[in-house]
């Protein structure tokens, strides 16, 4: 099973990340920040140049859901991932596509 959180504290302006899941060292490819933009966690079969592209994405002003949309366009493998955001407003955006890793009890 995977989890994931996005956070902004509202008063602070800081933003956090937490990942759980089966998968060893998965803090080296889940959790992404950017100071000042956001906070982005990708999860099933991991694409780590997406947290990065959301993160540019919002720091251009797109609303977290048209940032993950356009990240996603170039990945070939989308329908493979799941993608949480939440920029300096405070909005957040989450997918999780059609052939993501779906939770095992």
Known sequence: MTCSIVARDAVSGAFGVAVATRAFAVGANCPFVRAGVGA???Q???????????????????????????????????????????????????????DAIEARW
Do not use: E, K
């Not at 990065?52 to 251009?60: C, Y």
């Not at 990240?71 to 070939?76: H, I, P, T």
């Open 40 to 42: 982005v966690s990708t």
């Open 44 to 98: 099933s079969i991991t694409n780590r140049y997406l947290g990065p592209a959301v993160l540019d994405g919002m720091a251009q002003g797109l609303h977290p859901r048209d940032a993950i949309a356009g990240a996603l366009a170039g990945d070939d493998r989308h329908h493979l991932r799941q993608v949480h955001a939440i920029d300096i407003s405070g909005r957040p955006s989450g997918l999780t596509d059609l």
